[in-house]
């Protein structure tokens, strides 16, 4: 049974950081990618970032570009998403994902940020930024 489990939200101030983390298990060679996604109050579920397990190259979407870094540690099976100078905006709850059988070059396409590829869930952690 694969199972992905994240923490590490909270509420924080403005202009902090935050380190979420996605722990996983019951994986099979055939998972290739696991996505972060965030889903503000009132809207819809949307891919901030996504990683290649086996090559560790990773795609962050242009809106969090240069404050949002996603990396893996596989020998511990988890993800990780840091997040730096946090905004309001970045109110959301956030959820990691994992896929199947991509070729590298996925990465780099809007697929890898698409919550329709991802057959494996998470129940989310929850971010607040206020203050």
């Known amino acids: 049974q694969v199972t992905l489990v994240e923490t590490g939200g909270g509420l924080v101030q403005p202009g902090e950081s935050l380190n979420l983390s996605c722990a996983t298990s019951?994986?099979?060679?055939?998972?290739?990618?696991i996505a972060w996604f965030r889903q503000p109050p009132g809207q819809g579920r949307g891919g901030v970032s996504c990683i290649n397990l086996n090559t560790g190259d990773t795609s962050i979407d242009a809106s969090v570009k240069g404050r949002f870094t996603m990396s893996r540690d596989n020998a511990n099976k988890m993800a990780f998403l840091q997040i730096r100078n946090l905004r309001p905006e970045d109110t959301a709850w956030y959820y990691c994902a994992a896929t199947t059988n991509k070729p590298g070059h996925w990465t780099w396409s809007r697929q890898c940020h698409s919550r329709q590829e991802y057959e494996h869930w998470g129940r989310g952690t929850q971010v607040v930024v206020s203050g």
């Open positions: 019951g994986f099979t060679r055939d998972y290739t990618h």
